[in-house]
């Protein structure tokens, strides 16, 4: 007749042999989790690529060069406005 310690033993043999199998899903289940939250996060957030975001750096660039040179063209009129000798 086993004892009480045999049985529990056993069955703490028996559980032993599951658990890696059971952490292991476990740990897979929670990564699919986790990844497909962060994905839905990531799709939510208004994020572009770091090519769309150097793309939009130089369009803007060009568009600065091309204020400026305006401002400095608006300035030279405006300063023969104010001087019409010039």
């Known amino acids: 007749m086993k004892t009480p310690q045999d049985i529990f033993a056993q069955l703490q043999g028996q559980f032993g042999q599951f658990v890696p199998d059971m952490a292991r899903a476990a740990r897979e289940d929670f990564e699919q989790h986790a990844r497909a939250t962060v994905l839905t996060v990531l799709s939510k957030l208004d994020l572009v690529t770091r090519e769309e975001f150097d ?3 130089a369009v803007l660039m060009r568009t600065r ?3 400026e ?3 400095k063209q608006v300035a030279q009129l405006e300063r023969r406005l104010d001087d ?3």
């Open 69 to 71: 040179a305006l401002e």
């Open 55 to 57: 793309a939009q750096q």
């Open 84 to 86: 019409p000798k010039a």
């Open 65 to 67: 060069e091309k204020v």
